[in-house]
């Protein structure tokens, strides 16, 4: 998944703040060893969710449909990888000129709802549907809901 990191901490010592210690364990697999000698394995992520990039609205040869957008994800290269994604959230976040709410980051959720060919490319509906302008952009799949 990530790195891995032997982080030492010496808890009798207290010569390290939980600041440094959380600044080390920025996302990887670690090892702490505690004062007494007792080892702790753990794994961090650094992201909760898959990334992906919007390929452009489902179309025909003439017409285009824009209620469904059609999502590459990232290491997804088969319709059996594809499968797993079915059901999950989708986030488009912008980010934009006025701001509004104390924030100048927008979002646009959606859900993805089938496979689309063979080659890992999915199926999403937002709303509202995604601007024109966004094809080429990065989304986030969300990793909820689990069906595992």
């Known amino acids: 998944m990530g790195t891995t990191r032997s982080v030492q901490y010496e808890i009798d010592h207290g010569s390290r703040d939980g600041y440094s210690l959380g600044a080390a364990l920025a996302g990887g697999e670690f090892t702490i060893v505690l004062g007494s000698g007792l080892t702790v394995s753990f794994l961090t992520f650094d992201r909760l969710y898959s990334k992906g990039r919007l390929l452009s609205f ?74 024109s302008q966004a094809f080429g952009k990065p989304v986030r799949i969300m990793l909820y809901p689990s069906s595992i």
């Open 58 to 131: 489902r179309r025909g040869l003439r017409n285009t449909k824009p209620h469904t957008t059609l999502i590459q994800v990232e290491g997804c290269t088969t319709k059996k990888d594809a499968q797993f994604y079915i059901g999950k959230r989708v986030a488009y976040v912008y980010k934009t000129r006025h701001e509004k709410r104390g924030s100048n980051m927008r979002v646009i959720w959606g859900k993805i709802n089938a496979d689309h060919g063979n080659s890992g490319v999915v199926r999403a509906k937002f709303s509202p549907n995604i601007p």
